[in-house]
């Protein structure tokens, strides 16, 4: 049983994912959750959106929380808040498949305010500024470096973490997506009725753009009935073929239980994603992902809760803003910081 759980709940991450990803503008076939008019819209902004390679980041929040954890863990509430800006015209085209050429190419600049509070623990902030540039990473994190910039080798940093996953290439999702089988199964959960429906509302002005928010939303609910189906089940197979998996259609049949044990948490989960879109140039300005479950206290036992406790629950919101989409973005090298590279085998 356990084993059918944790293969029900990978495909179910992966297919919320990529249902997410895909939603809001459902091409190769899938259907739009939107207007003709508005999809043919997103259509145009998916297009513009692939040649700006920089941009201004007007804001950025991430925020997190979880209460009614097992094993007595202390609730978490945590926050970061920001602005910046990234340039990755520098990037050459054919160098994507190269995290090490992707990383020479990039510039980027941070000021970062993070915060912390549990009911374990006094609220802990810390603000901190990083700038990535002519294959650096420079740090700045208050109390945590002394007050001063440290600098990194990023090839140390990519040889360090090459070594760590075994040799694994960061890159891979992008060969994973590309994949007939992967492809097939997007295009299969796109078309799932009753998993994403959409509205288009009044957004904000980001420096001075008036935008509207594109939001779709999924039904989590919808999406596991419908990957649990009997009529689903051949996509699944073929997905796990894909990467050398194999799975026996007498479990197949079993995922259908995962259905009836998530629904009350699954009917009690809001996944929202919003597009910050401006009408008049066809771009982009931003996105917002709101994500918000209450885990059934019977699941929350099977996580390792104690019977007939609290229910598990968890938010978490992306909320990024972009503008001077296409403008270049200054960031400069710290003449003074402190190499830490040796901290990750050598110096640069």
């Avoid at 049983?1 to 809001?24: D, E």
């Avoid at 190419?105 to 970062?112: E, R, V």
């Avoid at 982009?284 to 996580?303: E, N, R, W």
Wanted: aromatic share 4%; glycine share 10%; proline share 4%.
């Amino acid at each position: 049983m356990k084993s059918i759980l944790r293969l029900g709940l990978l495909v179910a991450v992966l297919a919320l994912l990529v249902t997410g990803v895909s939603a809001p503008a459902r091409a190769q076939g899938g259907v739009c959750a939107f207007g003709a008019d508005d999809c043919a819209l997103l259509e145009k902004v998916a297009g513009n959106s692939a040649s700006v390679k920089s941009f201004v980041i007007e804001s950025l929040s991430v925020k997190f929380a979880a209460s009614g954890l097992p094993n007595n863990t202390p609730d978490i509430n945590f926050e970061v808040s920001g602005s910046g800006g990234l340039d990755a015209s520098g990037i050459a085209a054919d160098a994507m498949a190269d995290p090490a050429a992707v990383l020479k190419g990039l510039k980027a600049a941070l000021k970062l305010t993070a915060s912390a509070t549990g009911a374990a623990a006094a609220a802990q902030s810390i603000d901190l500024e990083l700038r990535i540039v002519d294959n650096w990473l420079y740090l700045n994190a208050g109390q945590a470096t002394g007050g001063t910039w440290i600098k990194f080798g990023l090839d140390k940093a990519m040889a360090a973490g090459g070594a760590m996953s075994g040799g694994m290439n960061p890159m891979m999702a992008q060969s994973m997506m590309s994949n007939p089988a992967v492809a097939n199964f997007i295009v299969a959960l796109t078309t799932m009725e009753g998993v994403a429906t959409g509205a288009v509302t009044d957004g904000p002005t980001i420096d001075g753009v008036a935008t509207k928010s594109f939001t779709t939303s999924i039904s989590l609910d919808a999406l596991v009935k419908g990957l649990t189906s009997e009529e689903f089940r051949p996509k699944l197979k073929e997905l796990l073929a894909a990467f050398g998996q194999t799975i026996p259609d007498s479990q197949l049949a079993q995922l259908s239980m995962l259905s009836t044990m998530l629904e009350p948490t699954l009917k009690a989960t809001t996944f929202t994603i919003t597009q910050y879109i401006d009408p008049a140039g066809a771009n982009m300005h931003g996105i917002m992902i709101v994500f918000d479950t209450t885990v059934d206290p019977s699941l929350a036992a099977m996580a390792g809760g104690a019977a007939g406790g609290s229910p598990i629950k968890v938010s978490f919101s992306l909320d990024f803003q972009m503008s001077k989409l296409g403008e270049p973005v200054a960031v400069e090298p710290v003449a003074d910081a402190a190499d830490m590279s040796s901290m990750m085998g050598g110096s640069k």
